[in-house]
């Protein structure tokens, strides 16, 4: 696969509404029979159906808090939020929004995932990389577990 046809494949699994997740998952390196576990990095583009990331509001917080938001990435709501309620209608994974006084609210169970800021109909959600070495920083990281040449 090249760099261009992965890019494309990410494109339309976004505009399918799927949820890309990177990391380091136990359950896949067993039902992939993949040793050892700790070579794997799985990388998902996750459907609300079936996800295991889907369970994530209902498990001990000890579990929740091993999928964390990529540091740097920050997600919050604008002023051009008018209350529509749709970001919070079956597209947080987590649960993390809710609407106070005709206002959508991110609260900080956010994973960062974005399905909120791309079915915003007011764009009213932004998602922002805070530190501008983050992408360099973030393939540097995952570049000494994998190949990403």
């Known amino acids: 696969v090249t760099k261009e046809e992965a890019l ?6 976004r505009e399918a509404g799927l949820v890309h997740l990177i990391g380091r998952n136990k359950l896949d390196s067993s039902w992939l029979n ?14 609300p159906c079936c996800c295991l990331y889907r369970i ?24 051009k939020c008018v209350g529509c309620g749709t970001c919070t209608k079956n597209v947080c994974f987590v649960d993390a929004i809710i609407l106070v006084n005709k206002r959508a609210i991110i609260s900080n169970e956010c994973r960062g995932c974005g399905r909120c800021v791309l079915i915003c109909p007011q764009n ?26």
């Open 8 to 13: 494309e494949h990410v494109k339309r699994c």
């Open 56 to 79: 994530l509001p209902h498990v001990t917080s000890e579990i929740g808090e091993k999928f964390t938001k990529m540091p740097g990435v920050s997600i919050k709501v604008t002023e």
């Open 124 to 149: 009213a959600i932004e998602l922002k990389i805070e530190d501008s070495t983050f992408l360099d920083t973030t393939i540097s990281r995952i570049a000494k577990l994998v190949d990403v040449s």
């Open 34 to 47: 993949v040793n050892p576990g700790n070579k794997l990095l799985s990388i998902c583009n996750c459907c």
